[in-house]
């Protein structure tokens, strides 16, 4: 698995790092320039058309080796240089794939600037400060970790068998960031595959889930990080109406934008942030209740339960962001030896888990005519297993109900900016006094499970 601590550069610093960028910048614009001069696209093109991919590939390796010899840089280190030369054939490669699917992609661009990088071995951590060579003679950069930092790369290093790969030193709206990659060994744990939690994903509530093992609900209460992202929202409009007035490019242009900027780029860093604590507090649940199978819905849901009035833009971004919490929560769990499915979200919030007819959830509460009445996030949760066992629909799989349902809200504490956890219960689902039916142990036909 890899591990990222990501480190602010201290402001007095950054004046000699723009510098090196523009170094870094040059390297990459004479590359570009000495490869594509010696190259014919579009015999390369026509290569990877006719799945020769390898030969041309070998061409603009061979390129890139002849590159390296007559490219150089007496500032940075020449590992960072390769490293930058690396990128660019990656990305010309990039380009020669997607080419031929979709001709709206570029060629890498010219930069202004380009991000620093270091590889493995000439990077050193010693004394809580990160040792970043440069050039023979040139010395190195010194970036002390703050003490939160140290502890998160020392538990990576130590603790995790872990081994620093890359060091990448960018800059995102003005400010200067160092990005320490770790490759780790996977940790192993005590999960039982055969133990299943059935998540229902949703937007206002990022995780709903059903503890099968337990019997039990988990609830991520998802609002405070709602009102964050519509507070981002009404940022990103107040931001492009005060620009529209200005004059694009002067100095009160610039002002105001760097002013937004800065408050959206704080509120998005907020937002991933209680988004990854999210996940690790799911994480902990799995492991301390050895849960070794998390199944989630796809993502089809949350497009159809998007508020209709919304830009396309804020689709684009929603799903995106849902997109890589997903990926994040799989990444995560899977470094522990759990396993993510997902399978079809068809009709989980719809059918009554007791008698499996089909009714509309009216608000937060679902109602059904055999007198079933519960909460509607927990019925999708239900749902959800039931698509993974995928029995028929209506006779097959019944939920049984326990004299107590127990239930894990987990919240945002919004003043320490942590998540917390208690357990409330809600009592057996309201006026429902059938007899629960016990679910066969293993499903007759098992169409569903998509990895
Ligand atoms: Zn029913």
Known sequence: MWCIVRVRVPRKMESSLMELMRESARIWNETRKFILSQVDLNE????????????????????????????????????????????????????????LKDDSHNLPREVKWYPLVWKNQAIKFVDGKMILPLAKGKG????????????????????F??????????????????????????????????????????????????????????????????SLKQLRLKLIAQKQSLLSKKQKGSRRWRKVKRSFDEQIWKLERKITDLECKYVKSLLDYCLEHRIGTVVIGDLKGIRENNDKGEKVNQKIHNMWRFRRLIDRLKYKLSAYGIRVVEVSEEYSTQLCPVCGKSNKPNGRIYRCKCGFVFHRDFVGAIGIARNYYN?????????????????????????????????????????WTGTPAVRRSSPARVRNPVL
């Open 161 to 226: 068998n872990g081994v620093i790969r890359w060091v990448v030193i960018t800059r995102k709206y003005g400010r200067y960031w160092m990005h320490v990659f770790v490759k780790a060994e996977d940790v192993k744990s005590d999960v039982d595959p055969e133990r299943r939690l059935f998540i229902d994903l949703g937007e206002v509530h990022p995780f709903v889930g059903w503890n099968e093992a337990d019997n039990e609900f988990v609830f991520f209460n998802g609002r405070y990080i709602r």
């Open 391 to 431: 029995f028929e629909l209506m006779k097959g799989f019944k939920w049984l109900a326990p004299e107590k349902v127990n239930v894990k809200v987990f919240k945002v504490d919004i003043a320490k900016s942590v998540v917390k956890s208690i357990v409330v219960s809600v009592g057996r689902p309201r006026s």
């Open 140 to 159: 190195k950069i010194v970036i002390p970790l703050n003490k939160k930092h140290k502890k998160q790369l020392s538990k990576f290093l130590n603790e």
């Open 44 to 99: 390369l093109l026509d290569l990877v058309s006719k799945k020769k991919s390898k030969e041309a590939y070998t061409i603009l390796n061979a390129l890139k080796w002849d590159a390296q010899k007559v490219i150089k840089s007496d500032v940075l280190h020449s590992q960072s240089v390769q490293a930058i030369q690396d990128y660019l054939t990656a990305s010309i490669k990039t380009y020669l794939k997607n080419k």
